[in-house]
Nanobody
């Protein structure tokens, strides 16, 4: 079975940081792209970042560029999303998702596999 195990949400003050993890099982790390998405209260889910594991190509939504950074550890089959300088506007449920295709933008659809969302609340 393909599974994505997500973690890293929490409550943080504005200006703080959180690091999300997304650990995959059931598929080959280098053959997949990982997208990060979020859904704020009463808003649609949006893509915010995407990384193609094979060549390391990264894309970020403008609103997170310079504050969020993706990385990965192939030995652990894990991708990370470091989120810094968080603002209340970053409050959302965050998701990771995977696809055997590559990223062509920060918002790649469709994705084939989804992790459970993790809630991030940023207080002012």
């Amino acid at each position: 079975d393909v599974q994505l195990q997500a973690s890293g949400g929490g409550l943080v003050q504005a200006g703080g940081s959180l690091k999300h993890s997304c650990t995959a099982s059931g598929f080959t790390f280098d053959d997949h792209a990982i997208g990060w998405f979020r859904q704020a209260p009463e808003k649609e889910r949006e893509g915010i970042a995407c990384i193609s594991s094979g060549n390391g190509t990264r894309f970020y939504k403008d609103s997170v560029k310079g504050r969020f950074a993706m990385s990965s550890d192939s030995a652990k089959n894990t991708w990370y999303l470091q989120t810094n300088n968080l603002t209340p506007e970053d409050t959302a449920v965050y998701y990771c998702a995977a696809t055997p295709r590559t990223c062509s933008s920060y918002s790649r659809y469709p994705m084939d596999y989804w992790g459970k969302g993790t809630l991030v609340t940023v207080s002012s």
